[in-house]
Structure formats: structure tokens, C-alpha cells
């Protein structure tokens, strides 16, 4: 039996799983697990399923020890791990992608509804018993139809949201490294084009690449800084579900601010959970606290991953959807 931690509550079914072959200790608490605790935990470990919030670099693997075999995140962006710290090691790290495509592209659909149709504004109207009435000019917003959807980032969870668009009668524009599958390009009528391009003409810009950081090759932290937000048209809107280090937190308030932009749905923020308190108090911003792919369905799917691929490298296969170069 090998020793496999889980650094949070995940649910039940992935325990399960783990629990039939395994010796499985879970740090079973409401908040997240701190730093110090979870590298005590992780001690002698030989698979460890990890969130988000926790940094996998050199000294959690140090913690660990030799015998770690597998880091298995249950979340596909795995920008809190040190890829290449662990393929120095022959440690196996893997994500949960494709699992959480169409509940991730639902949460940036529905940002983007609230925010250009300014629910999230009629909502607090209504909660902070603000006097209102049914006017003709009341409360207008941007309709989607005919619009403009510039996609940066055309993996899985980009090409969703693009679908979602196209049924919503909008054009799609994309940018990436990688040309879209033809097929789903003519499906979709997408048109790729440089990021320059997409930031001028989108009415939606809307980002799903992954977070590199600074300083890594193709790296896309702050890659919406302050200059691209002027690239962007008054009228436009920016929507994040992908990461928030991905925008320039502070220029965007000053944008959103200045009216450089019409408005924001946003997700997920640069230091999580801490939200930019110029963001706060602006109307014209719809803030969620990083649901993206917050259904039972999808975390129970993701856990069940997580899992899977954590069996997959203890019993020496090759799991599902690795990170590291197998
Ligand atoms: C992910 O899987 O990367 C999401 O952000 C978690 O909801």
C-alpha cells in the first residue's frame, strides 16, 4: 500500500477510489490547508493530490521526499506547479482538463451576459433597495447579437465559449499559438488573428490560455496590461475565467475607471482571495469568487481524474492527462 495525501476536502468519490487500493490521509477541514501544515502532512508521501492553492515547487517536493511519485492536481491549470522541478525529480504532476470545458465556458458565458447586459448591477440595485422603475432608457446594455468574440487562447475551454457565442449569433475572432482544428474553425466561422488585431476589433475580449509566468518562454502574465487595455475599443468588455495574473489588476481598475473600456466580468483575480479594492466599488464589473467549474458534477468528475491518474503512476502506467514529459 502506498501513503497518498489529499491537501483538502475533495469529494467523496475520488477518496473512494484512492481509499480501495491505498492508505489515504486527507486534510478534512473547511479552510484551505496553510503552508506549514501541509508540508508536515505530505512528509514520506508517495502520491499527493494537490488544489490550486497549493505551490508544488522545490520545497514541498523536498518535504515530501525521494519516494514521490506523483503530484496529481485536481484543476487543469497547474500554474501552482513547478513542471520542470518535477520532471528534474521523475516526478509525474498531471491536471483535470476536458472534465471541466463546458462548466468553465458556462461561468465565462454567464460573466459575459451579466456584465454587457448589466445584471450584476440591476441585481445590486435591487439588494441595496435603491429606488428604481421600468424606464425605456433604464439600465441599457450592450446586446451580444452581431458582436464581436475575440478568444485568446483557442484550447478546450476557448473553443466552448466560442460555441456558446455562435449560437448567440456573434462573430468569433480568435489568437493562439496553435491554428484551431479546420474543422471547428469553419463550424465556428472563427478567424485567427494577432492579438493586437483581437484586442481592436472584439466587442467581448475574452481570455482562456493558460498562466505562464513572467519570465517563462510565451509567457502570459500581465499579457492585458495597461497598453492592451488602450488597444481595446471604449465599447468593449473584457471577460477572465482563466487566471487572474493574466490582467494587470491595477491598470484594468484605472481603465474601468476612466472609461477606457466599457466594463469586466471577472472570475478569478490576481492574489486570490484578495480582490483589487478599485474593483469593488465599480459598477461596470461583475466579480465571482473563482467558480469556473464549481458544479457537483464536474468536481466529482475532476476528483475522480485526479484520482484516476494517481493510481495510474503508483501502479507504474501512464496516467490519462499528464503535465510533466512522460
Ligand atoms: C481549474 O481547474 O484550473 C479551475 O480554475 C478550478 O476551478
Keep these: ?33 496553510s503552508r506549514e501544515k ?5 512528509a514520506g508521501a508517495d502520491a499527493v493530490l494537490t488544489l490550486l492553492t497549493e505551490k508544488v515547487d522545490d520545497e514541498f517536493l523536498d518535504a515530501a521526499g525521494e519516494q514521490l511519485k506523483v503530484v496529481a492536481n485536481v484543476a487543469v491549470g497547474y500554474n501552482n506547479i513547478d513542471v520542470a522541478a518535477c520532471e528534474k525529480r521523475g516526478i509525474v504532476a498531471t491536471n483535470t482538463p476536458k472534465v471541466l470545458t463546458e462548466t468553465t465556458a458556462d461561468t465565462a458565458f454567464g460573466l459575459m451576459l451579466m456584465v454587457t447586459r448589466r445584471f450584476g448591477e440591476g441585481e445590486r440595485v435591487i439588494r441595496s433597495k435603491t429606488p428604481w422603475q421600468w424606464g425605456m432608457f433604464y439600465m441599457l446594455g450592450m446586446g451580444l447579437q452581431g458582436k464581436t468574440i475575440g478568444i485568446v487562447g483557442a484550447g478546450q475551454i476557448g473553443i466552448a465559449m466560442a460555441r456558446r457565442a455562435k449560437v448567440f449569433g456573434m462573430e468569433v475572432i480568435y489568437t493562439d499559438a496553435y491554428e484551431m482544428d479546420a474543422s471547428v474553425e469553419q463550424e465556428l466561422g472563427a478567424k485567427k488573428v494577432e492579438l493586437d488585431e483581437l484586442l481592436s476589433q472584439a466587442d467581448v475580449v475574452s481570455l482562456h490560455c493558460p498562466l505562464i509566468p513572467a519570465g517563462q518562454e510565451g509567457s502570459t502574465h500581465h499579457l492585458i496590461d495597461a497598453e492592451a487595455l488602450k488597444k481595446m475599443k471604449p465599447t468593449a468588455y473584457l471577460v477572465n475565467s482563466a487566471r487572474g495574473p ?31 479594492e478599485g474593483l469593488l466599488d465599480l459598477d461596470n464589473v461583475v466579480l465571482l469568487p473563482h467558480l469556473g467549474s464549481a458544479t457537483v458534477e464536474t468536481r466529482t468528475a475532476m476528483a475522480e481524474l485526479a484520482a484516476r491518474n494517481a493510481l495510474a503512476v503508483l501502479a507504474g502506467k501512464t496516467p490519462e492527462t499528464p503535465v510533466t514529459k512522460i
Design 1 to 33: 500500500m502506498a501513503k497518498v495525501v489529499v491537501t483538502n476536502r475533495i469529494p467523496q468519490e475520488g477518496i473512494e477510489a484512492l481509499q480501495a487500493e491505498h492508505d489515504v490521509t486527507v486534510w478534512d477541514h473547511e479552510e484551505c490547508i
Design 38 to 42: 501541509c508540508l508536515e502532512l505530505i
Design 246 to 276: 493574466i490582467i494587470d489588476e491595477a491598470a484594468l481598475v484605472e481603465a474601468l475607471t476612466s472609461g477606457q473600456i466599457a466594463g469586466a466580468g471577472l472570475d478569478v483575480f490576481e492574489n486570490e482571495p484578495t480582490v483589487h
